[in-house]
């Protein structure tokens, strides 16, 4: 099977409470409600593009429990390919636990679980060399670095025709340029928020960030939250606003950036195009609970209307 775009990242079962405040040191306090819904990074973007009409496919590991059970079918029901969703007989599928207060203030805490543990052996290379593009986002390797290292080693030995967007994330931004250099060494496409760009490169500004990065990769996307986002080719520089929505939850904004974005190259979209694509895609994305629910559906959509009245 050809695929569009492969996802690679880590797979967890959001748990979100919410309280009316945190509890206080040494204290207790009381959960109101508790929702339980699928996330990751990688995940949602590729539901997102999977939702745009294109082919997907996803690498990575679930445990032997019901919360796999969960993720997989959240997977297959939206057309993603799971042939090489790995599956952990005797561990347990990653968890993120959250506590989320009455005024929108959340503190969340990530069980990588079985995410951490995916071996280079267990990569069917052939899986690889058919798909257009491999999104990466990163995994916690508290414990082992096991997935760390195997997409390391995977990056190596991509075949040349295959691009890699990258979405770091900050748990890898926070360890630090060495450690990110091995991974943009191998990136055609970096999509980073602000935050994150400015501390990987220890600079006070967007501008003087850019300069330091953006020879690096093909294409750099900075995601500037309600400042839209800024896109850089060579010569080619993009600000993007953001579309005006009634926004009801922001969880997963960028994924669902990042899966109009790649939509539009994936279509021969321009870079300016496929920006105003992202942006649409991550505002609409705000407007239901939850980080894919309100993607929508490629026929619900005309891409080249909203991009003509941009």
Partial sequence: MKFDIIG?????????????????????TFINYETKSCGGSAANTIIGIAKLGL????????????????????????????????????????????????????????????????????????????????HLTSFVGHNTTHSIDTQLQVLKKLPSNV????????????????????????????LINETELLMLTKKDTLEDAVNMISDMVEILVVKRSTDGSYIKKGDEEYNINIFPVDAIDTTGAGDAYNAGFLYGLLNDYTLRESGIIGSFIAAKSTTKSGATEAIPTIDSIDIDEIIKKY
């Fill in 8 to 28: 690679w990242g880590a797979l967890n079962i959001d748990r979100l409470c919410n309280v009316d405040d945190y509890a206080p040191n040494d204290g207790e």
């Fill in 55 to 134: 082919n997907t496919g996803y690498i990575g590991k679930i445990g032997n429990d019901s919360n796999a059970t969960m993720m997989q079918k959240h997977l297959e029901d939206n057309n993603v390919d799971t042939q090489h969703l790995l599956i952990d007989e005797d561990g347990e599928t990653g968890e993120v636990i959250g506590f989320v207060t009455k005024t929108g203030d959340r503190k969340l805490y990530v069980t990588p679980k079985s995410n951490d543990d995916i071996t280079y052996d267990e990569i069917n290379p052939n899986y690889l060399e058919n798909t257009k593009i491999l």
């Fill in 163 to 190: 691009k890699v967007s990258f979405d770091p994330g900050m748990l890898y931004i926070q360890r630090g340029p060495l450690f990110m250099n091995q991974f943009l060494e191998h990136t055609d496409i970096l």
